[in-house]
């Protein structure tokens, strides 16, 4: 699997993005981690492999105590991605806003506009 | 599966995330779609079916023309989602870039820090 592919496979699972908000806080020990979630170990030991295997984690190699920190800067490539589409849906907003002020406007003058002049239609071009 | 799960699990595909890139040039037919990806169309149409299934396309209603066009906007919450985190990796790098400079000021000056002034290491506090 590619990267990117591996990184939003990871991240198409609520407990796996719970875990990530988790130790947005601060690293953490698997122990505690497991706590609020009502899991197995062994459950949330296949989640943590998922997040590491997509670099999402690194975890300690201290033998007692192997905690999980988050490795935030794996994120950076899906912002990246979305990049090229938050254009496209800001764009649709301000067609949305565009609409919506007409629509006040025609309420405001109590006009309504000739069936032949209706608002541009919200959709891409 | 919920709708964050949803659109992250159709992102996870570089086919469907070609696809996306594709339309959002604009909306075009699934034989169109498909072309460039020398894919057969039940292959294509699998695709589109997980897309639409999260939101992220729309296909027209007419019987000849079934026009895809992305739904760029889905991708919000996951920008949403991922502005929690932005800050944990530029805190990343803007600490990686006081290191660089420290590193470039040693260089200047030729002087060396004693081993118990290192650098603060890298890594999330």
């Known amino acids: 699997m590619d990267r990117l592919s591996a990184t939003f ?49 690194v975890r300690g190699r201290e033998a007692q105590w192997r905690p999980c920190r988050i490795e935030a800067q794996a994120l950076k490539p899906v912002d990246e991605w979305l990049e090229n589409y938050r254009r496209l849906w800001e764009q649709r907003f301000d067609r949305l806003d565009a609409y919506l002020q007409e629509l006040q406007a025609q309420e405001k003058t109590g006009r309504k506009k000739a069936p032949g002049k209706k608002a541009r239609p919200i959709r891409k071009k």
Not at 42 to 50: D, E, Q, R, T
């Open 9 to 57: 496979s990871a991240l198409a699972d609520p407990t796996r993005r719970a875990i990530l908000a988790r130790l947005a806080l601060g690293e953490t020990s698997v122990t505690e981690l497991a706590e609020p979630f009502e899991m197995s170990m062994p459950a949330v030991s296949k989640h943590l492999k998922v997040l590491e295997k997509a670099g999402l984690i």
